[in-house]
Each structure stands twice: as C-alpha cells, then as structure tokens.
C-alpha cells in the first residue's frame, strides 16, 4: 500500500468521524436561563450531549440574575452545522429556556399592558406559561398596584420573539388573559410606550 493510499484512507475516516454529512464541525453558542436548583445545569446539558453537541466552554453566571430570577448560562459548543437546530429543539423539549441560539435572537419586540387581579391570578405562573407555550421571552415587566395587591392592578410587558413568530406569542398571552379574566391592551408602539 502506499502512502497516498494511507493518506487517502485516513482522510475518509476522519470525514466519517463527524458523523455529521462530512460537514466538520462549527462552534455555536446558545445563552439558556436556567432555574436555581440543584441538577438543572446538569439536565440542560444532556441534550446537548444527546444529539451530537460538543462542549467547549461553559459561562455559569451564578452571581447575575436574569428579570425573572433564573441564573443565565452560555453554552459554547460545537457541532455539524445539521445538527445545530436539533439541539436547541432538544433543549427546548427538555423545558430549558433558550434565550439566543448562535445567530438566532429574539429580535422583534411588542409591548404589552395586562389589567386585572394579576397577583390574585399568579403573575409568575402567567410569565412561565407564555414562555413555555410562545416562542417568546418576557425582557421587562413593570407592575402597578397602586390600591394594593388585593385590587386590580397592571403589569407592563415587553416580550421579544423570534422573527416572524410575534402575533403567534400574541395569541398565548390572549389566551392565558382570557383563562384568567385579565385585560390586554396591546401592542404599545415605542412612541406609546
């Protein structure tokens, strides 16, 4: 055998490797909000594992605290680039939130007004279900209870989705109001806002 021959050969097992159509693999970076539990670090990784995903590096910011509590974790891993929107539709399966996915970001934004008994409805339990159900993430709440807690009161949402996926998050949030018998005054425009 000679050795272009052995060269040849390495060369078609290493491209059987990455097992991923012979596209060598591509770093990718994913930032997920987990919460503070014990396991949740180790149980957002998983899926990453999984389904091809190689970690590079991981950024645990423990000490921060995203508007709704959870720890912000980025994720830089590498990956066939095939295989790239699997992970991130594992993650998501898995209930992790996803803020970003490599070069996917939540980039429309709606500003939205909630008006009724949100405490008494679960204010918390209405946010984790829009992000659950949406492809959406809240990016800033206000609330106003100038009466107190026992009567009505108003909650100011900003809401960032994915392109193209804003009236679908829209939708939850009438959906989940309507359950709750809360208004929605929507959407405020930045000049309004």
Do not use: W, Y
Not at 80 to 85: Q, S, T
Not at 90 to 110: S, T
Not at 131 to 137: F, P, R, S, Y
Request: hydrophobic share 40%.
């Amino acid at each position: 055998m000679s050795t272009q021959d052995i060269d040849s050969e390495r060369d078609a097992e290493a491209e059987a490797e990455t097992d991923g159509g012979g596209e060598m693999p591509k770093p990718h970076t994913v930032r997920l909000e987990l919460v503070d539990e014990p396991g949740q670090l180790l149980a957002a990784l998983q899926p990453i594992a999984e389904n091809g995903g190689n970690l590079l590096s991981i950024f645990h910011e423990r000490g921060n605290l995203t508007p709704r509590g959870h720890i912000p974790v980025e994720v830089d891993l590498e990956c066939p680039p095939d295989r790239f929107a699997g992970i991130v539709d594992a993650l998501r399966e898995a209930g992790v939130n996803v803020i970003r996915a490599g070069a996917e970001h939540f980039g429309e934004e709606v500003t939205l007004i909630l008006v009724g008994d949100l405490v008494d409805s679960d204010l918390s339990d209405t946010l984790h279900r829009v992000e659950a159900c949406a492809d959406a993430t809240v990016k800033d709440l206000s609330l106003s209870a100038p009466d107190g807690t026992q009567e009505s009161s108003s909650a100011r949402l900003r809401l960032a989705a994915r392109a193209g996926k804003t009236e679908e998050a829209l939708a939850v949030v009438r959906e989940i109001a309507a359950e709750k018998e809360l208004h929605v005054i929507e959407p405020l425009t930045e000049e309004s806002a």
